[in-house]
């Protein structure tokens, strides 16, 4: 399929960004790795009249780790995610969850500034920025995780609002991610993540409803001293899954209580 005719521009900083953004109106859209954007154009189930491609712009493929933060720049792919020995110390989840997404292409085009605004439930990294309270950096303000997903590929962004980094807390303590599916390079059917953050659990939810969720239930059960049977029970309140042409909300929920138990035994089966 051929995309709808558009307009190209390739600005050199954040703020000629926006001004483009602004010039072209609502219409018009960033492009980081194009790894959602053009397939959406190529079915034709989004027509921006103008691309504002942001692959040249320096300084946001940067990594950093200050004042137990890590901060991750907009256009840091999934492969440099993969291969960064500081961030499979600091946030081990993250590495853990991009090597599993997408195939080869994916991983080398696709950057985490992409997920996050794109605010697919789908999308690995946004469970985790949800579940670990991370800070979404743009050219306008901070967003709190909690407060940046909206509804289904709906966030917090307004129009010409470009990302330009995610910051997490250093997260050191045990973890453990399930993506479960049918076929290797698929999206997760359904997505656990498990993180220790002193003496408690954090658990973050993918594709299991509109938008990523956190298992608060099942945190507070956990630190409730639940086993992980019982915690994981609590999970149907966590999440609001739909059925789709792989698998039934019934399948889905039942499926969340068995990769809860199999996600929290793994992360504390593998300390
Ligand atoms: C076959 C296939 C399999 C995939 N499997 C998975 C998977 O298993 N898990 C997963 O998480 N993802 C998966 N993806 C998606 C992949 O992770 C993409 O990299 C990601 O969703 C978007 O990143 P991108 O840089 O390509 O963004 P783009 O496609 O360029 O943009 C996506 C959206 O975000 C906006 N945008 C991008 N960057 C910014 C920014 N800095 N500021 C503001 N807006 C911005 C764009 O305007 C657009 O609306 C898959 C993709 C494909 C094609």
Redesign the pocket.
């Known amino acids: 399929m051929i995309t709808a005719p558009f307009e190209y521009a390739r600005p050199g900083s954040v703020d000629e960004t926006q001004s483009l953004l602004n010039k072209y109106g609502s219409d018009a859209?960033?492009?980081?790795?194009?790894?959602?954007?053009?397939?959406l154009m190529r079915l034709r189930l989004?027509q921006p009249t103008a691309l504002i491609d942001?692959q040249g712009i320096p300084g946001?493929n940067e990594v950093r780790r200050d004042n137990g933060s890590v901060e991750i720049g907009?256009?840091v792919?999934?492969v440099d995610i993969q291969r960064n020995a500081m961030l499979r110390e600091s946030l081990p989840i993250l590495v853990e969850m991009s090597n599993?997404?997408?195939?080869n292409q994916?991983r080398n085009?696709?950057?985490i500034?992409?997920?996050?605004?794109?605010g697919?439930a789908?999308?690995?990294?946004?469970a985790a920025a949800l579940m670990l309270d991370a800070e979404i950096i743009?050219n306008k303000r901070r967003h709190q995780a909690r407060d940046f997903y909206r509804d289904i590929f709906t966030t917090a962004?307004e129009h010409d609002?470009?990302?330009?980094a995610v910051r997490f807390p250093v997260s050191t303590g045990r973890f453990a991610y399930t993506?479960f599916r049918r076929r290797l390079?698929?999206?997760?059917i359904a997505g656990v993540a498990v993180q220790e953050t002193g003496s408690s659990w954090r658990v973050g939810y993918v594709n299991l409803a509109t938008t990523p969720r956190r298992g608060s239930a099942v945190e507070a059960a956990l630190a409730g001293g639940a086993s992980a049977a019982d915690a994981a029970a609590q999970s149907g309140s966590d999440i609001d899954p739909t059925s789709d042409v792989r698998a039934t909300a019934e399948y889905k929920r039942h499926l969340t209580q068995v990769l809860t138990v199999r996600t929290l035994q793994k992360a504390t089966m593998a300390a």
């Open positions: 859209k960033v492009i980081a790795g194009g790894q959602s954007l053009i397939p989004s942001i946001l907009a256009l792919r999934h599993d997404v997408g195939d994916v085009l696709g950057t500034g992409g997920v996050i605004a794109h697919d789908a999308g690995d990294y946004n743009t962004l609002e470009v990302v330009t993506k390079y698929d999206w997760a």
